[in-house]
């Protein structure tokens, strides 16, 4: 700021619209505007204060939270009481270099993993909030990699984010808790399994396959027969991971009132391969859906012994030519395959 005038002493004299600006120049100094933002603000009339001030409270906000992040992890690292200078420096440069945004993405990848295979604890919140905002998608991986080595110390942080306004990061989370298989994790889950999200849902039923706990199976249960093709195939998966202790639970479904829930039930007892749904399998051949119909003899010809065979032959008799023609083709590769014909 220069002044208006001089004193014969060469001294500054400034005029009181000199000292207006030189308070507003202050004033806007304390929120943090640089000189030159200022000098934009006050005389080019193009400069929107409010974008400026915007911005600024936008960066505020951004380092308080980081400064409370490093509050909380400068408070687990002193409640590590053999925690040194050298441990402490390493953790907050490691830190540090993973929650900069403009930083190298192949440094982030080391930090996550130097983090992860020493399962710093103290690190944590830092990982998780990277985990969830991270847009790489290998810096993101390392990064649930180093989440899960964490163990079931992660899911007080976890879990409460399934219920982030983000699809996205309830994504994240599902797919962290899939990796982790950890049984406390099973309620959480079990709602994921509703929502809205198809994608989410999807991916928490995998979650729930990789659990195979009868919680799970319960959970699982309940959602056969999705109109999606891409989740009912997840379903299956799932369900053919927890194995044999699905098939009753199965077999029950194949009396729901759905078509769709009792083809899928059909399809998956084919998959596990047990001969204990052979008999259930066999009804169903009779039912008023062709699909159920497919799908029940479809499952046959994937089990073994002469049960299914004789269920396969009386399909053969079924109204629908094209059901014929599937249970004939079925029951020439049994005979092709002496094994499957053990009882």
Known sequence: MTAT??????????????????????????????????GRALDDPACDVKTVLAQHLAAARLRL???????????????????????????IELMQTLADPQGDKNARIRSAFSLGAAARQEALPVLIEQLITEPDFFVRETLTWAVVR?????????LPLLEHADPAVRLQVVHTLSKLSEPRATAALLLAVQDPD????????????????????????????QPSAQHRQSLNTALVQVGSAAVPALIEALDQPSALVR??????????????????????????????????????????????????????????ARL???????LA????APSRQLA
């Open 150 to 158: 964490m163990g079931a110390a992660v899911l007080p942080a976890l």
């Open 263 to 320: 083809a899928q039930a059909a399809d998956i007892l084919g998959l596990i391969g047990s001969g204990e749904a052979v008999p259930a399998l066999a009804d169903l051949l009779g039912d008023g859906d062709w699909e159920v119909r497919f799908a029940a003899l479809s499952a046959l010809g994937q089990l073994a012994g002469q049960a299914a065979q004789r269920a396969l032959s009386l399909a053969v008799q079924d109204p629908d």
């Open 324 to 330: 014929r023609a599937v249970a004939i083709r079925l």
């Open 65 to 91: 939270q980081r400064d409370q992040a490093l509050v909380t992890q400068l408070q687990r690292l002193q409640n590590r009481s053999e925690t040194g200078w050298a441990e402490l420096a390493e953790v």
């Open 5 to 38: 005038e001089r004193t014969e002493a060469a001294y500054r004299r400034y005029s009181p619209d000199d000292l207006t600006r030189l308070l507003q120049i202050r004033s806007l100094k304390t929120l943090g505007l640089s000189l030159e933002e200022i």
């Open 198 to 225: 198809a994608e989410v849902a999807r991916r928490a039923v995998f979650a729930l396959g990789q659990l195979g706990s009868s919680e799970a199976l319960g959970g699982l249960i309940a959602v056969l027969g």
């Open 333 to 336: 590769d049994a005979e092709r």
